[in-house]
């Protein structure tokens, strides 16, 4: 997967972070970053819970 967040639609709740801290961290800008950009597959089910409770659907995947 290659999650990318829309950072006009993040509000910076941090859920993504909670859920997949190892794809989705929050920066001092207020805002979730994707900072590994080529997960491994292990952790799919995760990046795709997160996808799923965003709140506002920022997450999406590009691949
Ligand atoms: S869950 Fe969505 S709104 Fe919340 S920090 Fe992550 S990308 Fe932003």
Not at 32 to 39: G, K, R, Y
Not at 45 to 62: G, H, L, V, W
Request: proline share 6%.
């Amino acid at each position: 997967m290659k999650p990318k967040i829309n950072e006009d639609e993040c509000i910076g709740d941090g859920i993504c972070e909670e859920i997949c801290p190892e794809v989705f961290e929050l920066q001092d800008d207020g805002l979730a970053h994707v900072i590994n950009e080529d997960p491994s597959e292990d952790l799919n089910d995760k990046i795709e819970e997160a996808i799923e409770e965003c709140p506002t659907s920022a997450i999406t995947n590009e691949e």
